[in-house]
């Protein structure tokens, strides 16, 4: 069978379940995450190759998965983000693209200063931790999560791209009682904040297989962990330290009137790339 053929065959599978656009776009994922090819010129010289037993087997396994609605980013174990590799397993989210653009207008911001002290809660498999790292240079960066799951993901992929993070295990919604003193240039954070009636709304490879801990959160409470962590941030950002969140597109004007309330002043909602209010930024008010 050549590599042609092999496309052709996960097209053709995916497609009834997926369609077609869908089906081509997962066929060049997997591909690519099994190392067949590293870009489209090299693509196109390889095409009509026989694929080898080897590449066959392992895409007629994962072609298997695929037909259960399993993510491809599990089923290869790899989801790119700000251009890194990272691995990603059942038990972490898997890192959106909304999420790049948080940490881009960051790196943006802070691009020419130095010595930031930076902070990611709920770090999950460590993609906004591990970028900001590797993206301002000198900058310290430490993160937590109260996943030992996610913790383990996060440290493998610090390690294998090289980025200096510290992980500790912290449930931002039950502290610890240590002592709280202003450490941080900023603070930020992806919590979970789908809420549980937009459930109806997802899609089943989502439901089925990302963990609910780090999507969902009750209709009566959407903002309890933009709450407890602006109440964390409060005392452990420095002077005009700032704060930066992901954030419910339809939450923004509650998320600014929650910011007001913890002392913070600066307040922007920032949309995302298909217009939506995406995204939260604060800066600690002075005392």
Same mark, same amino acid.
């Given at each position: ?12 599978? @995916?497609? =009834?379940?997926?369609?077609? %656009? *869908?089906?081509?776009? !997962?066929? $060049? ?63 972490? @989210?898997? =890192?959106?693209?909304?999420? %790049? *653009?948080?940490?881009? !207008?960051? $790196? ?28 301002l240079k000198d900058a310290y960066v430490e993160a937590t999560d109260v996943s030992d799951a996610a913790l383990s993901i996060a440290a493998v992929n610090a390690e294998k791209l ?16 240590? %002592? ?108």
């Open positions: 069978m050549t590599n042609r053929q092999l496309e052709q065959l996960v097209i053709q599978n @995916l497609e =009834p379940l997926y369609g077609l %656009e *869908e089906a081509k776009s !997962l066929q $060049r994922y997997l591909f690519r995450a099994l190392r067949v090819f590293d870009g489209l010129s090299e693509w196109l010289l390889i095409r009509d190759n026989e694929a080898g037993k080897d590449l066959e087997t392992d895409i007629r396994k994962a072609l298997d998965e695929l037909l259960t609605y399993k993510p491809v980013q599990y089923v290869t174990g790899k989801a790119w983000f700000c251009d890194f590799e990272f691995t990603v397993r059942p038990g972490v @989210l898997i =890192p959106r693209p909304e999420t %790049e *653009e948080l940490v881009y !207008l960051i $790196r943006n911001r802070c691009s020419n200063r130095h010595g930031l002290r930076i902070l990611d809660i709920g770090t999950g498999s460590g993609a906004i931790a591990v970028s900001l790292a590797k993206l090289g980025a200096r993070v510290k992980f500790r295990k912290e449930d931002i919604l039950n502290p610890s009682d240590g %002592e709280y003193k202003p450490v941080f240039n900023l603070i930020v954070s992806n919590p979970p904040y789908v809420k549980r009636s937009e459930m109806a709304k997802m899609q089943s490879n989502v439901l089925d297989f990302e963990p609910s801990l780090a999507l969902f959160v009750n209709d009566d409470q959407p903002l309890i962990y933009y709450d407890a962590i602006a109440a964390y941030a409060e005392r452990m950002l420095l002077e005009d330290g700032e704060l930066w969140f992901e954030i419910n597109e339809c939450e923004g004007s509650s998320i600014y009137r929650l910011l007001e309330s913890h002392s913070f002043s600066g307040i922007r909602i920032i949309k995302d790339m298909h217009g939506k209010d995406r995204f939260a930024c604060a800066v600690l008010a002075s005392s």
